[in-house]
Protein backbone atom coordinates (compact mmCIF):
# COMPACT_ATOMS: atom_id res chain seq x y z
CA UNK A 1 0.00 0.00 0.00
CA UNK A 2 1.41 3.14 -1.05
CA UNK A 3 1.28 6.12 1.49
CA UNK A 4 0.03 9.05 -0.81
CA UNK A 5 -0.53 11.49 2.61
CA UNK A 6 1.70 14.99 1.88
CA UNK A 7 4.37 15.81 4.48
CA UNK A 8 5.58 19.47 5.19
CA UNK A 9 8.74 20.37 6.52
CA UNK A 10 9.51 23.46 8.74
CA UNK A 11 13.39 23.65 10.07
CA UNK A 12 13.51 25.62 13.33
CA UNK A 13 15.75 27.02 15.64
CA UNK A 14 16.05 25.07 18.61
CA UNK A 15 13.81 22.18 20.52
CA UNK A 16 11.61 24.13 22.05
CA UNK A 17 10.64 26.21 19.21
CA UNK A 18 9.80 22.65 17.40
CA UNK A 19 7.47 21.55 20.05
CA UNK A 20 5.60 24.80 19.91
CA UNK A 21 5.72 25.25 16.36
CA UNK A 22 4.29 21.19 15.93
CA UNK A 23 1.74 21.83 18.73
CA UNK A 24 0.24 24.58 17.10
CA UNK A 25 0.82 22.83 13.84
CA UNK A 26 -1.38 19.74 14.56
CA UNK A 27 -4.25 21.71 16.79
CA UNK A 28 -4.82 23.82 13.78
CA UNK A 29 -5.25 21.18 10.59
CA UNK A 30 -5.79 17.11 11.11
CA UNK A 31 -2.46 16.81 10.54
CA UNK A 32 0.38 13.78 12.20
CA UNK A 33 4.09 14.17 12.97
CA UNK A 34 6.95 12.18 12.06
CA UNK A 35 10.09 12.36 14.35
CA UNK A 36 11.92 15.11 14.74
CA UNK A 37 15.15 16.02 13.07
CA UNK A 38 18.05 17.99 13.94
CA UNK A 39 21.25 19.24 12.55
CA UNK A 40 24.40 21.25 14.31
CA UNK A 41 25.70 23.34 11.46
CA UNK A 42 28.84 24.12 11.06
CA UNK A 43 28.12 27.59 11.91
CA UNK A 44 26.28 26.59 14.67
CA UNK A 45 28.04 29.79 17.32
CA UNK A 46 26.44 32.30 14.86
CA UNK A 47 22.95 31.36 14.58
CA UNK A 48 20.24 32.08 17.56
CA UNK A 49 19.87 28.68 19.01
CA UNK A 50 23.03 26.43 17.79
CA UNK A 51 20.72 23.84 17.17
CA UNK A 52 18.59 23.33 13.78
CA UNK A 53 15.16 20.72 14.23
CA UNK A 54 13.20 20.19 11.00
CA UNK A 55 9.43 19.46 12.24
CA UNK A 56 7.64 17.13 9.67
CA UNK A 57 3.87 17.21 9.50
CA UNK A 58 1.79 14.54 7.61
CA UNK A 59 -1.62 14.56 5.79
CA UNK A 60 -3.41 16.02 2.71
CA UNK A 61 -2.07 19.02 0.84
CA UNK A 62 -4.80 21.30 2.60
CA UNK A 63 -4.02 20.41 6.21
CA UNK A 64 -0.33 20.24 5.60
CA UNK A 65 -0.27 23.79 4.04
CA UNK A 66 -1.95 24.98 6.93
CA UNK A 67 -0.23 22.96 9.80
CA UNK A 68 3.37 24.52 8.53
CA UNK A 69 1.59 27.80 7.53
CA UNK A 70 0.82 28.19 11.23
CA UNK A 71 3.97 26.15 12.78
CA UNK A 72 5.57 28.74 11.06
CA UNK A 73 3.57 31.73 12.59
CA UNK A 74 4.83 30.48 16.09
CA UNK A 75 8.43 29.73 15.49
CA UNK A 76 8.62 33.56 13.71
CA UNK A 77 7.56 34.95 17.31
CA UNK A 78 10.00 32.65 19.18
CA UNK A 79 13.61 32.12 17.32
CA UNK A 80 12.90 32.13 14.05
CA UNK A 81 12.48 29.72 10.71
CA UNK A 82 15.46 28.57 8.49
CA UNK A 83 13.31 26.95 5.79
CA UNK A 84 9.84 25.08 4.94
CA UNK A 85 8.53 23.04 2.14
CA UNK A 86 5.94 20.94 1.03
CA UNK A 87 5.90 17.80 -0.62
CA UNK A 88 2.61 16.95 -1.83
CA UNK A 89 3.44 13.15 -2.89
CA UNK A 90 6.47 12.04 -1.62
CA UNK A 91 8.10 9.03 -2.94
CA UNK A 92 8.94 5.79 -1.44
CA UNK A 93 12.56 6.87 -1.38
CA UNK A 94 11.44 9.95 0.33
CA UNK A 95 8.96 8.15 3.01
CA UNK A 96 12.22 6.27 3.45
CA UNK A 97 14.18 8.94 4.29
CA UNK A 98 11.52 10.44 6.74
CA UNK A 99 11.98 7.71 9.40
CA UNK A 100 15.64 8.99 9.53
CA UNK A 101 16.09 10.60 12.82
CA UNK A 102 19.27 12.16 14.68
CA UNK A 103 17.69 12.36 17.94
CA UNK A 104 18.28 8.98 17.86
CA UNK A 105 21.65 8.59 17.61
CA UNK A 106 24.51 9.27 19.92
Known amino acids: MVDERAVGFLEVYGLVCAFMAADAGCK ?5 LEPFDKNKPANADSLPVPLLVTVKFRGN ?9 VGKEVAESLTGVVTSHIIPRPTEDTLKMLRLCAFDSN
Open 28 to 32: AANVT
Open 61 to 69: VEDVTEAVR
